[in-house]
């Protein structure tokens, strides 16, 4: 039985692609967009595809930017010396968020995951490697999911990073085992990272 257009239909399997959001959840997102305006929706439109045009990975730590640099690298009031390694851009703005972090940041792009065929050379390990030996790095966070490929990720970090004789912690307490970073409140990340441990 068809209840819908076909190109509502269309635009709900377009929409139920996007994370988080399901069928019931793109029928009213259509609703809305059907009870805006056309400028509402052109705007929306249009913001869109900047978006998709304007945003690229910062040259040095692979967050998102509209400049060849983002604007945490460009910031000469972050500790340079204290890094932290994230999987994703979502995860920078979480622990932004916290206000409890002034150091800089390394955007892997992901995590080491075997079964989807993702391994060290698909993410950022070697421009990590190269800023902490180029850069006077002094410690170094790692801030990965504590899931099985965030803890993958970070044990195969520390045996990249412990030789090179920086500081080397672990976000520790506060996040559950199993969560992601950017579904965590900032009173947890906070929290996580004042006790983050050596690996």
């Given at each position: 039985m068809v209840t819908y257009t076909g190109s509502i239909e269309k635009l709900i399997n377009l929409l139920?692609?996007?994370?988080?959001?399901?069928?019931?959840?793109?029928?009213?997102?259509?609703?809305?967009?059907?009870?805006?305006?056309?400028?509402?929706?052109?705007?929306?439109?249009?913001?869109?595809?900047?978006?998709?045009?304007?945003?690229?990975?910062?040259?040095?730590?692979?967050?998102?930017?509209?400049?060849?640099?983002?604007a945490i690298c460009r910031d000469l009031?972050?500790?340079?010396?204290?890094?932290?390694?994230?999987?994703?851009?979502?995860?920078?703005?979480?622990?932004?968020?916290?206000?409890?972090?002034?150091?800089?940041?390394?955007?892997?792009?992901?995590?080491?995951?075997?079964?989807?065929?993702?391994?060290?050379?698909?993410?950022?390990?070697?421009?990590?490697?190269?800023?902490?030996k180029e850069e006077n790095i002094q410690e170094v966070i790692i801030a990965t999911d504590s899931d099985t490929e965030g803890e993958t990720t970070a044990l195969y970090l520390a045996k990249l990073i412990k030789p090179l004789g920086v500081s080397l912690s672990r976000i520790g307490l506060g996040l559950p085992v199993g969560s992601n970073l950017e579904y965590a409140d900032s009173a947890t990340l906070s929290k996580a990272l004042e006790s983050r441990r050596p690996v």
């Open positions: 139920i692609k996007l994370p988080g959001i399901g069928r019931r959840s793109a029928e009213r997102i259509i609703g809305y967009i059907l009870d805006s305006s056309d400028d509402e929706i052109k705007n929306l439109a249009e913001a869109v595809v900047k978006v998709k045009e304007n945003v690229h990975f910062c040259r040095i730590c692979h967050n998102l930017s509209e400049e060849e640099t983002c009031r972050r500790n340079k010396s204290l890094l932290c390694v994230v999987e994703k851009p979502s995860d920078v703005s979480s622990i932004e968020k916290t206000e409890a972090f002034r150091g800089v940041y390394h955007v892997l792009l992901g995590a080491i995951a075997p079964l989807e065929g993702k391994g060290p050379s698909d993410l950022k390990i070697d421009s990590l490697i190269k800023r902490i």
